[in-house]
């Protein structure tokens, strides 16, 4: 493991998507791929479940094996296989490849399908197909720019009567945030609902290792009239 200064991590970041010009996160294959295995140097890795998806599935009696879950931008895989442990029928997919070679390697008998996908140009085949979809970090990693066609994608992705949770930072002005992260702001988040998802709970939360962050979980449902 190496002790990398934490400010070092997010001006060498910044310094990437700077110079991203390709693809607004075409970066995150070049720190997973820079960072040579060490999960140290990957800010948001964490090794295991997200707490708020573990207190989602706290309350979650699961009605058929035949369930299907989404885990966008999957990262090192943790969120996926705590979803198939549970007992959903899992598809994780990652823009980077050097994530999704890692998640198959951290995990060499998982159940998940892991795959190499962007999610602003996703598989048209996945359109409408997943009961759980879960976006944890995900549009606050994109650029404001793309941020509204980021959200349609994700609500598209969702089955009719399925659930979207989203985990994310939140800021409570319109203006434009420095990142990244960009936090989500309410109009931000209103495009859930435009694109045909309904809000059915919502808590703030606070993460251990951002304490000063404003963080909100959200829980959405797309109902069909
Ligand atoms: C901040 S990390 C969060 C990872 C994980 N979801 C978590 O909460 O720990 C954002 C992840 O999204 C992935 N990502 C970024 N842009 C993406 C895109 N357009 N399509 C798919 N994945 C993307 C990155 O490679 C990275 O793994």
Redesign the pocket.
Known sequence: MSLVPPNDIRQKIREMVENSQSHP?AW?ETL?AESQGDPSLIP??TLAT?PQLEKWLENQAIEDNNQTALV????LGD?AEALADFGFQVTA????PT?IAWCRQRFPNSQVNYTV????DPDPNWLEKFDFVLE???TQ??PLEVRSQAIKAIANLVAPHGILLL?TRFRDTEAAPEGP?WPLSEAELSAFKTCGLTEINRHKFVAENRPDAQQLCIEYRKDVF
């Open positions: 996160t995150f997973y948001w890795a997200h966008l931008g999957c990262g969120d997919f990652d823009i980077s994530a996908a962007d999610l602003l944890s970090r995900i990693s994109m985990i992260p």
